[in-house]
């Protein structure tokens, strides 16, 4: 039998220092399976936060750098066995596009959060930077890491609800309840910052995740929506609640909700799919069951596990404890993690299989566009675009 | 020490014959507490299903009337302390205000199934109508029988919530998931016929309750929406699904969501509001509980119950038994006719209180038309009528 | 067709004056169904209470007696057609035994409260003198008068669960976690009353309910057990807490626990039994839900309602309401009258059929007696008498 | 500002190759982190085995040992900068003590699974050998890694329950249902087998658990206890269920349920306590939700999450992200081996910090002995014997 040990993927990180939410979740997320390193970052444009960020993560010094150009650039003048492979890009918005362009014309996989960009317009054209690169792209859509999520996906997909009819998709939090930009706090500072989160606040933060969610699950995309967006704080400068009513091309319909001031919740993102043969609800923050309501039968709650009877096989590779081992959002991240690092494996042996990433990207953006939009108008239904 | 037996209320009932549903929930509901009975009644047009259903409720067959012209007629010729003092209706909706308004000036005190009427001029006439008869017109509005709907709509005016931002309502049912008009069955029958049901099926049969619940824990109107019905199924005459975006008076804004498609789904009325200092939850289908989640604190589940410390008055005296022994719908309603019973004894000791029903009813009227109307509008928003 | 009046069976009660529980637990539940009339009653020895009583529920003043000895020596006087027919005995348990005799000996059916008394051979005799009057007696075992428990009797005895191996009973309350006899408070005093309540507290007023609804659930009589009763409050004069391993005539093992010093428990009775082939589960405070566990297959969550696919004629019969109508407390206690009155319809009538009670009556004496015993005995395992 | 970059602590790992539980459990929960590296292993008696999974971890060839006793030789053999720190043994029980001595004896930390041994002795004797090494001995509770543990233990010890008086502990499982070892299921045959396993099964699997879980929070330690254990699986050679009452000696009682054979349970390890202010209730299947029971107040959900309002220190440093991101089992061991990590950092610098470990390993020995010792025994409560 030939043993090949396995070569762990090399990551760097753009953004991601201390202060920071997301940035250690990835860090977190992509050493759980063992299958990435992290080898260098640029973490933050305070430099003494960026070298003890760096130091606390084992980087040897050299490996920290000042800004994510002078990251691009060493890292790409390193010996191909020693410079990073993929590009984690944890910043504020603004930067998202900019950076990936630059990484995969660098030669680097890229890993970025979401939303893709600030505009559809510059995502277009990342989208087309990345075709003509031949390299990877995979875009934090964090909850499509979960089993339950791929099991909801496949029982739609294969017809267990029937016909569909309505879905209704809603992402609560409480967080911004309060004017926290007001007292400095950074993750709500450039989240209502137009300037680093674009034209959208809550939309781009929490309502894409509910539309990616209800695009993926439901096999359907949102072609008209109704919108009304809103901002409940004085000063504010982007919305931070927001609700629309939506039409899908397969003939279903929907609600969207996605809201910053709801007291007291913490990241309630929930969907219900109901067809002509049953329904779906899925919960994040119970994440390990998938509630099943067969028309006329008692309902029934699936979980999440490994080796568990009744899941699909993309369900099962996303699990690594049997049931009843609660598996939480760092472990959906990690498999995204994980899959990336099997995708760069395989194109480095010439079977090269996507990731997704630039699709549902462009999709959030025109949902961001579109939602934005509808919110002044005073149209009924806006389109919106189609995507490539 | 004096003590004086108390007279039990004397009911009469229109419709509610073998194979209805809400008949029976009240007749229990006015039996629970013991303070009313059943004296009279024209169950159903079919003659020998009246009679079947006079008997095995005990009526004298004399008072088992054919219609409801005779029931009113015949009864208001009997000595006073004989006759009938409330007519109950549960009848389709489109006898609703015919009766109401026939009753009232017959001199008895009317207690109806909602919606009020079909249109909303005809209640508008039969507000007239009450207004000069001095008698009592009751909405059943179960849901608003609830304790902790009351502890609820204490607490919002009480400003527990602060400043009231968010009103999500939604009432998912999925017994109308298949075509069971085509199947004759009687409760499908008539609520998707328009010209037993009136314009709406859905939005008149459960959002007319998800809107009156919606106004009546904010204590603030609806004053704006943007609505989409649906309907799923062939050859169905009624919508089905719908529903809309809306404003309020105090500035609130939220989603109201009715279906009857939602496959799987029972009963499962909820409603959630969302305040500057916290939030509230409250499920039909768990009613005891009323979720509490103050802004940075804890969430609390407050609790039903005789003697539960911490309940409002209002809340209180809704509840029979400890916290811990589950009451439910039949006890809701119950809640109903008990308040019932003690106003017309009020209004005959010369001390009148009212019940609620007429101003419900308008609300749900002019709820049903703007939200019909909307459907089918460009417009994005269309205003609700103010009503009295 | 012949159409024949229903009659109400008459009922009288003992006990059930203002200041106690389960006596408006039992009028409520008797009145919802229509099928039963209070004619009389002795209420409370104190005069005053007594007669207030009787008169906010409307009797004739006249029936409304000082004494229960009274009450059954009078309306045995009565002509037939008008003297009660079922006598409710709400008194504490020491006189439980003393009434139901002198009831039956005086020719009336008897509802008791549980348990039957406070010695299991009083309870003997009890159960001689109704052999010998051919009358009904039941005892309100409430809890067994939920649709979903008698759902699980079914599928545990047609062998969903496969063989039987594990019961767990438990039934924490947490409203004597202070010293409220100390306090004076009425339904804390005479439960901690050697005199009044027997030789158990805890055990005799709930541990029974976990008892019976075990050994009604599983089909199996417990024949052994060890237990451990607690007093945890200072002067407290009997138990308010205990556990006890058992083991039943079928093979299966278990855990009883019921305490009453849980503090911020309310009355969360729930039971769970596991077989070879699956586990079933209910809970009192939800009951309108039944969790099935078959093995090796996804959680099924079972529920009630009228019409409801898959339920058994038994729990079917026992539903008012169409599912997502919650049902609770009264309508359990209220589905024990509708029986007791169509038994005594049937005894009438020449058909008799029995209503359960004292055969569950003599079961609960011999677990108090067995459970109490075991608590001070250093033998581990102690029999459980077998009953008649 | 000093930077110093952080080294990894190096683990080697006895026992989880291929097949194996809880090795990869191990793996990915050192690894969440980034505090530690796996440098060596010998994984598995199976040559093939051992040699695929060590390189499917990336480890050299050269570190990946034929048995544990070479593992040891050579390890220590190797430079003080290179060689393993801590060993990890995922072996069944039988060798945890052999591998655990002579580990220590060679020089190295040890983080064992549990329990400690198969006997008190041998366990003692370790612990003699742990103290004169003055290294570290860990042991994989890893529910005690779960930060609302923590808390309910700190809410317990600054009395916010008041004197407790009731612990319950459960930790219902339904994977032994049927006969597993018979079919050559890896997991099931070990674990059933007295030369693997030691003299329980199910006790001293999972029975452990529960017994640590009520000593941690509850700050009390069992001292008596009465116990059954039973074998429901013909031909299974150890116990696969059993429950306890037991005493503490600060005055409380409870009951300790461990099952294997509670068909459809998943790993619903559940404790609830009680004092005379108030209740607590934890469940690992919904690990960050800890319940507040205040006696006489609403239930208050607590819920884990970084920088949450009213968690204590030992809570919140074992929370990685905000409230509403699950964090679960993984998490939990993670928790184990940072703070592992940590305090081996501290040995290194000369401020030794303990880890918990060998008086737990003690406890859960006293019990299994003592609870197998009851089951066979006909007194009722059997002393738990006081270890170090």
């Not at 099943?292 to 099962?316: F, I, N, S, Y």
């Not at 939009?373 to 189609?386: A, G, I, R």
């Amino acid at each position: 039998m030939a043993v090949v040990s396995q070569q762990r993927i090399r990551l760097g990180m753009i953004g991601g220092g201390e202060g920071a939410f997301i940035g250690a979740v990835h860090r977190h997320a992509a050493a759980l399976d063992g299958q990435t390193e992290l080898v260098c970052g640029a973490f933050s444009r305070d430099a003494d936060n960026n070298q003890r960020t760096g130091a606390s993560l084992g980087l040897a010094p050299e490996r920290v750098y000042d800004s994510w150009q002078q990251l691009l650039e060493q890292e790409a003048a390193l010996p191909a066995e020693q410079r990073m492979q993929l590009l984690v890009i944890v910043t504020p918005n603004q930067l998202h596009v900019p950076i990936s362009i630059a990484a995969l014309q660098a030669g680097f996989h890229v890993f970025s959060e979401k939303p893709a960009g600030v505009t559809l317009s510059e995502t277009e054209r990342l989208h087309e930077v990345l075709v003509a690169s031949g390299l990877l792209y995979g875009l934090a859509h964090t909850y499509l890491g979960y089993p339950m999520v791929w099991q909801a996906r496949e029982l739609v997909s294969r017809g267990e609800l029937g016909v569909l009819r309505k879905v209704y998709v809603e992402y609560p939090q409480g967080w911004l309840t309060d004017n926290l930009e007001a007292q400095q706090a950074k993750q709500a500072s450039w989240r209502t910052d137009p300037a680093q989160a674009g034209s959208s606040g809550c939309m781009a933060d929490i309502g894409t995740h509910a539309f990616g969610l209800a695009e993926f699950i439901s096999g359907q995309r949102i072609t008209k929506l109704c919108a009304e967006l809103a901002t409940h704080i004085t000063g504010r400068r982007l919305d931070d609640d927001g609700a629309a009513l939506f039409k899908t091309d397969g003939g279903a319909s929907g609600v969207l909700i996605a809201s910053q001031v709801c007291a007291g919740e913490e990241n309630a993102l929930k969907i219900r799919l109901y067809g002509s043969k049953g329904g779906l609800e899925w919960q994040q923050m119970e994440p390990n069951t998938l509630v099943l309501r067969p028309h006329g039968a008692p309902v029934q709650l699936l979980r999440a596990g490994k080796g568990q009877a009744g899941l699909t096989d993309e369900a099962l590779k996303r699990c690594r404890l049997p049931a009843g081992h609660p598996e939480g959002y760092l472990e959906a991240m990690a498999n995204l993690y994980r899959d990336f690092a099997t995708a760069i494996r395989r194109a480095e042996q010439g079977t090269p299989a996507g990731v997704p990433g630039i699709s549902a990207g462009l999709r959030g953006m025109a949902f961001i566009e579109t939602v934005t939009q509808s919110s002044t108008s005073s149209e009924k239904w806006l389109d919106v675009p189609v995507t490539a």
